[in-house]
């Protein structure tokens, strides 16, 4: 009987030094799956109006990357949520359509003026909802998706910075 406890003991006590693993999914996640696809359906959306609208460069070049790197994330968190009792969006938000609407109603200089401004603020604005789930999400994959997203937000933010300096300094 003692040699059950002792292997008992060593056992329970093999994992103390990891956090456990959980692939459960909390509310937390779910509501963290479901914004984060209406983000990434937005910038897909907001992505393919700067390629048919946008007149600059720089503005096209950022909005092809917007749509590659957005198309895989929404890939990847597809992959994430199958199988599991999580929704995820198929659209995007009343407040992302009026600005896409907006947008839309524009044209070469002013298009591309008013699309960059709207990234960084909106790449600014999403930040939050990444570092919440990599901070209080439950879910092991879904937390590594929000991580992974936040670096690729925070790169897209700064190339939207130097995008729109450039924008700005051809307008002078």
């Known amino acids: 009987m003692l040699s059950a406890f002792c292997l008992v003991g060593m056992t329970s006590c093999e994992n103390d030094d990891e956090d456990p693993i959980l692939d459960t999914v909390s509310q937390q996640d779910k509501n963290f799956a479901m914004s984060s696809s209406e983000f990434i359906n937005a910038q897909l959306s907001f992505g393919q109006l700067a390629l048919d609208n946008g007149e600059d460069d720089s503005i096209l070049s950022f909005a092809r990357m917007l749509v590659e790197d957005n198309a895989a ?33 524009l044209e070469g200089e002013d298009f591309d003026k008013a699309f960059i401004r709207s990234q960084i603020e909106l790449l600014d604005d999403s930040k939050s909802m990444f570092e919440n789930e990599v901070d209080n999400g439950e879910n092991f994959t879904i937390k590594g998706f929000a991580d992974k997203t936040l670096g690729q937000v ?3 933010k700064a190339e939207a910075v130097l995008v729109k300096a450039e924008v700005d300094l051809e307008g002078i």
């Open 154 to 156: 925070k790169n897209h």
């Open 73 to 105: 994330s929404k890939t990847e968190l597809e992959g994430i949520v199958q199988g599991k009792e999580v929704a995820i969006a198929d659209g995007i938000t009343d407040d992302m359509k009026a600005k896409y609407d907006a947008l839309a109603l």
